[in-house]
T-cell receptor, first 113, second 120 residues
Framework: AQTVTQSQPEMSVQEAETVTLSCTYDTSENNYYLFWYKQPPSRQMILVIRQEAYKQQNATENRFSVNFQKAAKSFSLKISDSQLGDTAMYFCALAQTGNQFYFGTGTSLTVIP | GAVVSQHPSWVICKSGTSVKIECRSL??????MFWYRQFPKQSLMLMATSNEGSKATYEQGVEKDKFLINHASLTLSTLTVTSAHPEDSSFYIC????????????????FGPGTRLTVL
């Protein structure tokens, strides 16, 4: 069975600092995709970053980067130079080809001015 | 690109009435759309997977006769909550996969802004 675990229900970070959100997953498939989504107070789910499992290089999107450890089934999100607008719920998700998403329980991140 | 709209954004209805929520992919075609329900401070719970031109696939525990899903075109899926009751009050979110893309982008879900349903 596929599972996604986010072990940090809440985190906080000072503005301009760096924070890392953890995510581990389990799947028996070799071809899959991993995502981080952000859900701000507006509740609109926004794609932050995407990683294809067959790619060894870690994905980056501006201030957001991941540390993808395939053998350890770990997919952490690093946010650099945190901004107030980064305050949100962050969900890690696993998708297998053509199939549904499996979401983690989320991490509530607060950026402190 | 990859914008998904959802309408209405909020609705209040009386118990026993039916409510229809529309989900549209605005700039891409979506052969597959998903409907989720989200309770406060919780993760998304998949209700059903909607495929264009065929019957939706419902998750275990979701009543298909209560939550009617129609995916009549490549850009539109609707969720109708029939005979709504207060326990159906929730935040409903749709998402769509871009059929025109492959690999990681083809497996990415793009989400609508959600609909807050309140049943009195």
């Amino acid at each position: 069975a596929q599972t996604v675990t986010q072990s940090q229900p809440e985190m906080s970070v000072q503005e301009a600092e760096t924070v890392t959100l953890s995510c581990t997953y389990d799947t028996s498939e070799n071809n899959y995709y991993l995502f981080w989504y952000k859900q701000p107070p507006s509740r609109q789910m926004i794609l932050v970053i995407r990683q294809e499992a067959y790619k060894q290089q870690n994905a980056t999107e501006n201030r957001f980067s991941v540390n993808f450890q395939k053998a350890a089934k770990s997919f952490s999100l690093k946010i650099s130079d945190s901004q107030l607008g980064d305050t949100a719920m962050y969900f890690c998700a696993l998708a297998q080809t053509g199939n549904q998403f499996y979401f983690g329980t989320g991490t509530s991140l607060t950026v402190i001015p | 690109g990859a914008v998904v709209s959802q309408h209405p954004s909020w609705v209040i209805c009386k118990s026993g009435t039916s409510v229809k929520i529309e989900c549209r992919s605005l700039d891409f075609q979506a052969t597959t759309m998903f409907w989720y329900r989200q309770f406060p401070k919780q993760s998304l719970m998949l209700m059903a997977t909607s495929n264009e031109g065929s019957k939706a696939t419902y998750e275990q525990g979701v009543e298909k006769d209560k939550f009617l899903i129609n995916h009549a075109s490549l850009t539109l899926s609707t969720l109708t909550v029939t005979s709504a009751h207060p326990e159906d009050s929730s935040f409903y979110i749709c998402s769509a996969r871009d059929a025109g893309r492959t690999g990681g982008k083809g497996n990415t879900q793009y989400f609508g802004p959600g609909t807050r349903l309140t049943v009195l």
